[in-house]
């Protein structure tokens, strides 16, 4: 590398340092500790937990709510754990009807799919 080439990389890493250092001196808004606290804490999850159990027992109804449990949201697929297989085979027949449910009370969330199966709903 040539002298010149060398003295301006170094120039530059040394003002990336500085600037990145006077930022971190810099007063901050609260929203945005607060934001990147609840990220770091995993708070938001816990949010968003509850709000698809509600928006769940809301869409599939209290009786099969009661044997059933909303998971993960993976690329616009909820899954959902059911006690038994009998219970699937309702969901089954109701999936198009619970999935128009909850976009209607979730439509921030994309939920285009939703995939069944049988576990422990604890």
């Known amino acids: 590398m040539h002298p010149a080439q060398e003295a301006a990389a170094d120039f530059l890493a040394r003002r990336d340092r500085e600037q ?5 001196r810099k007063p901050k808004k609260i929203s945005d500790v607060l934001a990147q606290l609840i990220t770091a804490r995993g708070y938001g999850r816990v949010q968003a937990t509850a709000d ?10 209290a009786t099969i709510a009661k044997y059933t449990r909303p998971g993960r949201l993976r690329r616009g697929t909820l899954e959902v754990t059911a ?3 009998t219970i699937i085979q309702e969901l089954t027949f109701q999936k198009q009807q619970i999935l128009a449910k909850l976009q209607t009370a ?3 969330a994309t939920i285009r799919d939703i995939r069944f ?3 422990s709903i604890d």
Do not use: T
Not at 20 to 24: F, L, M, Q, T, V
Not at 54 to 59: D, F, K, L, T
């Open 52 to 61: 698809f159990n509600a928006a769940w027992q809301q869409a599939a109804g």
């Open 106 to 108: 979730m439509p921030d």
């Open 83 to 85: 006690s038994n297989s």
């Open 117 to 119: 199966r049988v576990g």
């Open 20 to 24: 990145r250092r006077h930022y971190a």
